[in-house]
């Protein structure tokens, strides 16, 4: 049985470059959904609509930050700096 760890050697391989974008491309959909609905559910009794797409919306770009940096660019710069640069592109 291969665990996550598994499939991120695999994605991140010698060449696999192409692979690790769909991977993480595919990831962030599947995990922004879930955000967004998990969101919804847990705080749409408590605070507006809009506010609610911000929570989610904030958490999806942090997880796809994480994602972007394990799977595809591991980079060794600041983590704030380049969280920064992140969100601002």
Known sequence: MMT??????????????PL???AVGL?????GYVIG???L???LDL???PVV???ATMIAVLSNFILCKR?????????RGELIKFVQV
């Open 4 to 17: 996550l760890e598994h499939i991120f050697q695999f994605v991140r391989g010698g060449g696999r470059k």
């Open 53 to 55: 797409g911000l929570i």
């Open 27 to 31: 990831l962030n959909t599947v995990i």
């Open 41 to 43: 559910f847990l705080l």
């Open 37 to 39: 609905v998990v969101c």
């Open 20 to 22: 690790a974008y769909i």
């Open 71 to 79: 799977l595809v660019f591991r980079t060794k710069a600041s983590l």
């Open 47 to 49: 605070l507006p609509t």
